[in-house]
Every structure is written in structure tokens, then in C-alpha cells.
């Protein structure tokens, strides 16, 4: 499954508001390896997220699934 830019700024839970902010999202693709170019531009695995561990990019796959799931797109 792809994890879009989308997905991330609509994530809960980590902030007042849901998602984050593109210079955070920047910040965060910076310290795993990630090209946030290419991320914000064709989206990224669900798998490759999965294999970082963080907290914010598990939970970031779980949203993605979730709003597939709700708009009756699962992969």
C-alpha cells in the first residue's frame, strides 16, 4: 500500500491538530533516509515505513489503512 503526503498531514495523535506540518514532515523523512520529494510527489510503501520502528511511522501506516479501508480501497 502507498502512504501519501495526504495520509500524513491527516495523522492523529501527535499534535493539537491532526498530521503534520510539511517542515516537520521535512524534518522527519531527513532523519530516516527518506526523499521527501519523491514521498510528497508518488507516495511511499507501507513496508518501508513499517521497517523505520518509529512510533509516528507505524501509526502513519495504521491511518493509511484505515482511511483505504474506509474509502473501500484496501490493497
Known amino acids: 500500500m502507498k502512504v501519501t ?5 491527516g495523522v492523529p495523535g501527535f499534535n493539537a491538530k491532526p498530521g503534520f506540518c510539511v517542515p516537520k514532515s521535512r524534518l522527519w ?4 533516509g527518506l526523499d521527501f520529494r519523491d514521498f510528497a ?14 512510533a509516528f511511522a507505524i501509526a502513519l501506516v495504521e491511518h493509511a489503512r484505515r482511511c483505504e479501508e474506509a474509502a473501500g480501497g484496501q490493497e
Not at 510527489?41 to 518509529?54: F, H, M, Q
Open 5 to 9: 503526503l495526504a495520509h500524513m498531514r
Open 29 to 32: 523523512a531527513k532523519r530516516h
Open 41 to 54: 510527489k508518488n507516495g511511499i510503501d507501507s513496508d518501508r515505513l513499517l521497517a523505520i520502528g518509529d
